[in-house]
């Protein structure tokens, strides 16, 4: 069976970085951090009290009031940036399109976390009179509703379902969208994810595994992946989608194409449930088998968006594993860690890295990896490859990786090409 090619033509984002993809794109190749105070609640008993929060969103500019008051906070950023790419794809502006064709395969790691905290706490309050809880309280809460309302917006009745792996979400989704295309299941798939867990559960959580940094004093500072003095990641949120098209349905209806997906790599790590593999053996086994999809050597990639949360132990485990992946390569590759911008958006992060793989190959320049400090160095990281620390770089993109790795082991990495 000849695959067939798969090609992006419509981008959304709702980020910490901006409301549309390209004030998100400026401010992160301008390295602006997406960080602050936490606004959205009274933060000042937590141990971290700062985030990459969205700023300014307007639901409203998507969603009619009724329709929003229905739907968690992470759906919003969904629907919106959802809207942003279908209208920039202009895939459904022909009525003729067959939207039975057209598919939504998105994912959120979390789901509806404020509308469960909310509810939650709602049972305790009215438990002398017996249980009442909304009765969207189960639509509003779970994982998988994103993709279900973008279909029924829209209308798509392609291939539909929700993808939940954590950190990898996202990049879980667009895999399984790149391959129901070239598989000729769907001619489109709108694919992507939302999160928006900047939540007393969220943070009390993450602090209780210690996971996030406590750098209060400095929160525009404070993800510095490949520094010495990481201490944790920063929580961010918001929503990215991509349209995803078969190329000859892309080219037939004249559209705008921003990138070829040319290969998708899937492992787990099988080691623990919530740290990386200490020698990223999981790490490695993705990017090889994305490139093995792709059909290319490790030799013809220019640029990797790391995973790169500023922990500890995952930036360490990922350096070496694309040391041991790319061998002498490695050192002639741009390496970079957007999350030192945006935070990390868990479910969404595959997909807003995804993004910036593909402005990477459009425009040639490489978005770069923030807060490092001179002689803040980690002695068992190689600072010898390039991780293109606080200043974006000009340099043809031709092929770009991105990889991601959730709790539970899970590690997805995605593969781009300038078209």
Not at 131 to 142: E, L, T
Not at 169 to 187: C, E, H, P, Q
Not at 337 to 360: D, P, Q, R, V
């Amino acid at each position: 069976m000849e695959l067939k090619r798969v090609v992006v033509t419509g981008l959304g984002a709702i980020t910490p970085l901006g409301n549309d993809v390209e004030t998100t794109w400026l401010n992160a190749i301008n390295g602006v951090s997406g960080a602050g105070p936490i606004t959205r609640f009274d933060a000042s008993l937590f141990k971290t009290q700062f985030a990459c929060e969205v700023k300014d969103f307007n639901v409203d500019e998507y969603l009619d009031r009724r329709d929003a008051r229905r739907m968690d906070l992470y759906c919003h950023y969904a629907i919106a940036s959802a809207t942003q790419a279908l209208a920039d794809s202009k895939l459904l502006d022909d009525e003729k399109v067959d939207r039975n064709e057209i598919g939504v395969i998105y994912g959120s790691g979390i789901g509806g976390l404020h509308t469960f905290e909310n509810e939650a706490g709602y049972y305790a309050k009215n438990e002398a009179n017996g249980p009442k809880y909304n009765p969207f309280f189960i639509p509003m809460m779970i994982a998988d509703i994103a993709a279900g309302h973008i279909s029924i917006k829209w209308g798509l009745r392609g291939p539909n379902y929700g993808v939940v792996s954590a950190c990898a979400t996202s990049t879980n989704a667009m895999i399984d969208a790149f391959n129901y295309v070239r598989l000729g299941k769907a001619t489109a798939i709108v694919t992507g994810g939302s999160e928006a867990a900047i939540y007393p559960a969220g943070v009390g959580g993450f602090n209780s595994m210690k996971a996030i940094s406590t750098r209060n004093d400095s929160p525009e500072t404070a993800s510095r992946p490949f520094s010495g003095s990481r201490d944790g990641f920063v929580m961010g949120e918001g929503g990215v989608t991509l349209v995803f098209e078969e190329l000859e349905h892309a080219l037939a209806r004249g559209a705008k194409i921003y990138a070829e997906v040319i290969g998708g790599g899937m492992s787990a790590d099988a080691f623990h449930i919530t740290a990386s593999h200490p020698e990223g053996l999981g790490a490695s086994l993705v990017m090889k088998r994305a490139l093995e999809d792709a059909g290319i050597g490790a030799d013809e990639v220019d640029y990797i968006n790391v995973h790169g949360t500023s922990t500890p132990v995952g930036d360490l485990s990922e350096a070496q594993a694309i040391k041991e992946v790319f061998g002498e390569h490695a050192y002639k590759l741009n390496i970079s860690s957007t999350k030192s911008m945006t935070g990390h958006m868990l479910g969404a992060t595959g997909a807003m890295e995804a993004l910036f793989c593909i402005k990477a190959c459009e425009e040639d320049v490489v978005p770069p990896t923030i807060n490092h400090e001179e002689g803040d160095n980690d002695p068992e990281i190689d600072y010898n490859l390039n991780f293109t620390f606080n200043k974006a770089q000009r340099r043809e993109v031709k092929v770009a990786l991105s990889n991601t790795f959730g709790f539970g082991g899970h590690n997805a990495s995605l593969i781009v090409k300038k078209f």
